[in-house]
């Protein structure tokens, strides 16, 4: 019963199951972006940052080519370690010090699960207005659910059908959407709006790189560790992100724009017939992505529960139960909060943004900085942390360090930053935190690099 279903968990990749092409990467970053979810978080440009669709649009795209730069720098991670990105943590915070970091990554995807259900629920419900809000939340729970059963290959395979047909929905959008507007050209050439609100978008759009950075390499451990190969896997990764995002974001963001209305109603508005058709496409394109979510939160929960059992060697059927256990989780929190969702996914927002910019800060500089891709990864999996250990206080010193510098400069929607006042608004936090933990980090890691990366006897590896 079992002999379809993934197999591979937390452990290492074994070579001869390495497999796959790093253009792969393309299609699987491309669809999991181009959702409904993404198109409605493209609708905070004109609404909430209250600036044109065309300056929208520019910030999003130079924002997802910023922010796609350290989501894609975690994508040569996985070939080169062959382990989900949660585990590799262990080697910048120790087996004990990662896992508050994982709890918090765990949180935000069930999180994620979860908005995704009540979203491409609403969806469904807007093209079946006879199915009820808990009826159509279900559908998306189940079929977020399937493709997780067997595993990452499914994903991976339909990851280009996914892509081709959201893509062909969305410049339908566009296409008929801008037909539909009595003064198109004005429309397009309109700048209003405040260099404010444009840096505001473009917070947005780095921020949604950086929310998928812990679970990139959860989809690259499985391709070969090839050196050569490394620049490819991230300009795929790189290009994918970008192209989806951009896409959907620029979509939302000019139906808000054209209409002031919501996503959802603002396509009924404008693309008539074709309405149906693009809202069923997006909400059930959620199901796609949300499935990948769901994937890389099992696995960031089995390396949780890891930490606390060492011995445990988790396989598909472990994989499978706890898959179960989240879908569960975020559907009943879908249920639950299918009424605020609005405030509870900007809630969720906000605490990305606290959290994830120190954590990537750190995970790539070691990497890529201190030791160079050179990693003992058995230590992984050891009960006392192995070369290196249960705690790594520089970590987890300019892990905090960096929480502390976002804190005058957030945003919040319970809480503003002292100095926020002074840049009207704009909230910079995730660059405060990103400099300050890089440094930090640094200066800590560098200072006391005879942490050995190896063990006696164990062959010297050079990224």
């Known amino acids: 019963m079992f002999s379809a279903i993934e197999q591979h968990t937390i452990h290492p990749i074994p070579a001869s199951d390495r497999r796959g092409r790093p253009r792969d990467q393309f299609t699987i970053w491309f669809s999991t972006n181009m959702t409904l979810l993404t198109v409605v978080t493209g609708a905070l440009g004109p609404l909430q940052c209250h600036i044109s669709f065309t300056l929208t649009a520019l910030a999003f795209l130079l924002g997802s080519l910023l922010g796609a730069v350290f989501m894609a720098l975690h994508a040569v991670q996985g070939p080169r370690l062959g382990v989900p990105q949660m585990i590799q943590s262990r080697g910048q915070f120790g087996a004990w010090g990662a896992m508050p970091v994982i709890l918090m990554v765990v949180v935000m995807y069930v999180s994620f699960v979860a908005s995704n259900c009540v979203v491409g629920g609403d969806a469904l419900r807007s093209v079946l207005p006879s199915l009820g809000a808990h009826p159509a939340i279900l559908i998306m729970a189940v079929l977020s659910l399937l493709p997780c059963i067997i595993g990452y290959r499914t994903i991976e395979i339909f990851s280009s059908a996914v892509s081709f047909i959201t893509t062909a929905v969305i410049l339908l959008c566009f296409f008929v959407g801008l037909a539909s507007l009595p003064h198109g050209q004005a429309f397009l050439a309109d700048m209003h709006g405040s260099f404010a609100g444009f840096l505001q978008a473009f917070s947005i759009a780095v921020l949604w790189q950086i929310a998928t950075a812990p679970y990139v390499s959860d989809s690259s451990r499985y391709l070969p560790d090839e050196k050569a190969s490394y620049p490819r896997i991230f300009l795929a990764c790189y290009g994918g992100t970008i192209g989806g995002t951009f896409l959907a974001m620029a979509a939302g963001a000019f139906l808000s724009a054209a209409t002031g209305l919501s996503p959802a109603v603002a ?34 929960l089995i390396t949780l529960l890891h930490s606390c059992r060492t011995s445990w060697q988790p396989r598909g059927r472990s994989r499978l139960i706890i898959t179960l256990l989240i879908i569960l989780t975020a559907t009943a929190m879908a249920l639950f909060m299918a009424k605020s969702f609005n405030a509870a996914y900007s809630a969720l927002l906000d605490l990305l943004m606290a959290v994830m910019i120190p954590w990537t800060a750190i995970n790539l500089s070691d990497f890529y900085l201190v030791r160079k891709g050179d990693y003992h990864v058995p230590s992984f999996f050891e009960r006392d942390g192995g070369v290196y250990g249960l705690v790594n206080g520089p970590a987890l010193f300019s892990y905090g360090l960096g929480i502390l510098a976002e804190i005058p400069f957030l945003n919040l929607s319970f809480y503003h930053g002292p100095l926020l006042e002074r840049l009207h608004g704009v909230d910079i936090s995730w660059l405060t935190a990103l400099l300050v933990s890089t440094l930090s980090y640094l200066l800590l890691a560098r200072h006391g690099k005879a942490h050995h990366t190896q063990q006696p006897g164990d062959e010297e590896t050079t990224f």
């Open 267 to 300: 396509i009924t508005h404008m693309t008539g017939p074709w309405a149906g058709l693009i809202i069923l496409v997006l909400g059930l394109s959620i199901a796609f992505a949300n499935a990948m979510d769901l994937y890389c939160c099992t696995l960031s």
